[in-house]
Nanobody, 119 residues
Framework: QVQLVESGGGLVQPGGSLRLSCAASRTIFSAYTMGWYRQAPGKQRELVASITTGDNKKYATSVKGRFTISREYAKNTVYLQMNGLKPEDTAVYYC?????????????WGQGTQVTVSS
């Protein structure tokens, strides 16, 4: 059973910003690395950003310098601040828990949140 709820997507013009949120249970949030993924039409799902319990962050090359991942322990929530959005950022964004094996903790994905960048 997926215990992650994504929100915050929408339609934005190129160059605009959005902040995505992913709420998790305390047990999951405090114990695991959290990650944001995205899947564009006709493309494979990719890991966009991740953050460990020690706040170490990693980003895909395509979003480095534009996206910022963070986590708020008081709310058991991980955020993805997206600035300088481009049309190629259009995708459904999901959160999940990336594992060292390259797989994810939840094999059933949540509903995701749609991000559309268009003028």
């Amino acid at each position: 059973q997926v215990q992650l709820v994504e929100s915050g997507g929408g339609l934005v013009q190129p160059g605009g910003s959005l902040r995505l949120s992913c709420a998790a249970s305390r047990t999951i949030f405090s114990a695991y690395t959290m990650g944001w993924y995205r899947q564009a039409p006709g493309k494979q799902r990719e890991l966009v950003a991740s953050i460990t319990t020690g706040d170490n962050k990693k980003y895909a090359t395509s979003v480095k310098g534009r996206f910022t991942i963070s986590r708020e322990y008081a709310k058991n929530t991980v955020y993805l601040q997206m600035n300088g959005l481009k049309p190629e950022d259009t995708a459904v964004y999901y959160c999940n828990l990336p594992l060292p094996s390259g797989k994810v903790f939840y094999t059933t994905w949540g509903q995701g949140t749609q991000v559309t960048v268009s003028s």
